[in-house]
């Protein structure tokens, strides 16, 4: 998912193959080619995880998130120590499952992604959720996201880079339910950049987003 300080990079949709920018934001690749898409895909399992250790975020009323079964992710960060990283590090595991859950519903206003998502990180997001919509298709298959640096500026706002491996991760058809497999390649690795401020609910909304697929930082 694109979500850095940048602009919906171009979608390219055809019959045979779904080629989709990062979700909002601008991805870059190391040789332009795009073979699955950036950030997209979250599902039912993960590995450790950041506990919700922040009081006014766990306070939130959150929106429920159900996903389809089919769909696995896997968070390989844990808890910091520090509340504000590990709520960051928490929130961005919703806003990912969040994105995914409105392309299965097909709803480029869902209300859940809304809940993370705010300013230029929102009208990048929907654009790429119904570039999904247009094409009849959702995200299927397992993603792994790795390699987190979580920078808090002050109390409101931080930053977060980290990977994702979309190697076994696919778009799916809805109408056929044909899976668009594709061979795992250096741009199945994607970094992320995110800009993310707290709000009044006490939620890490993602503000700005930027990706860089097939970065070197993110590769096996």
Same mark, same amino acid.
């Given at each position: 998912?694109?979500?850095?300080?940048?602009?919906?990079?171009?979608?390219?949709?055809?019959?045979?193959?779904?080629?989709?920018?990062?979700?909002?934001?601008?991805?870059?690749?190391d040789d332009?080619?795009?073979?699955?898409?950036?950030?997209?895909?979250?599902?039912?399992?993960?590995?450790?995880?950041?506990?919700?250790?922040?009081?006014?975020?766990?306070?939130?009323?959150?929106?429920?998130?159900?996903?389809?079964?089919?769909?696995?992710?896997?968070?390989?960060?844990?808890?910091?120590?520090?509340?504000? =990283?590990?709520?960051?590090?928490?929130? +961005? #595991? /919703?806003? !990912?499952? %969040?994105?995914?859950? $409105?392309? *299965?519903?097909?709803?480029?206003?869902?209300?859940?992604?809304?809940?993370?998502? =705010?300013?230029?990180?929102?009208?990048? +997001? #929907? /654009?790429? !959720?119904? %570039?999904?919509?247009? $094409?009849? *298709?959702?995200?299927?298959?397992?993603?792994?996201?790795?390699?987190?640096?979580?920078?808090?500026?002050?109390?409101?706002?931080?930053s977060l880079?980290?990977?994702?491996?979309?190697g076994k991760?696919?778009?799916?058809?809805?109408?056929?339910?044909?899976?668009?497999?594709?061979?795992?390649?250096?741009?199945?690795?994607?970094?992320?950049?995110?800009?993310?401020?707290?709000?009044?609910?006490?939620?890490?909304?993602?503000?700005?987003?930027?990706?860089?697929?097939?970065?070197?930082?993110?590769?096996?």
């Open positions: 998912m694109n979500r850095r300080p940048a602009l919906l990079a171009a979608v390219a949709l055809s019959a045979a193959v779904l080629s989709l920018s990062a979700c909002g934001g601008k991805e870059s690749s332009g080619s795009n073979d699955k898409i950036a950030g997209a895909g979250t599902g039912g399992e993960k590995s450790a995880s950041p506990s919700q250790s922040s009081s006014e975020s766990a306070a939130a009323t959150r929106p429920k998130i159900e996903l389809p079964a089919d769909l696995k992710y896997t968070f390989e960060w844990s808890t910091t120590g520090d509340k504000d =990283e590990d709520a960051i590090l928490s929130d +961005t #595991e /919703q806003s !990912i499952q %969040a994105v995914d859950l $409105a392309i *299965a519903n097909q709803a480029p206003l869902d209300e859940a992604y809304l809940y993370y998502y =705010e300013g230029e990180a929102a009208a990048q +997001t #929907e /654009q790429f !959720i119904k %570039a999904y919509v247009k $094409a009849k *298709a959702r995200t299927t298959g397992a993603y792994r996201y790795y390699n987190a640096t979580v920078n808090v500026s002050d109390a409101d706002n931080a880079v980290y990977c994702e491996d979309q991760g696919y778009d799916m058809y809805l109408k056929t339910k044909k899976v668009n497999k594709t061979a795992v390649t250096k741009n199945s690795y994607v970094l992320y950049i995110l800009q993310l401020r707290k709000n009044d609910k006490g939620v890490w909304a993602v503000e700005e987003l930027d990706s860089q697929r097939g970065s070197t930082k993110c590769q096996p």
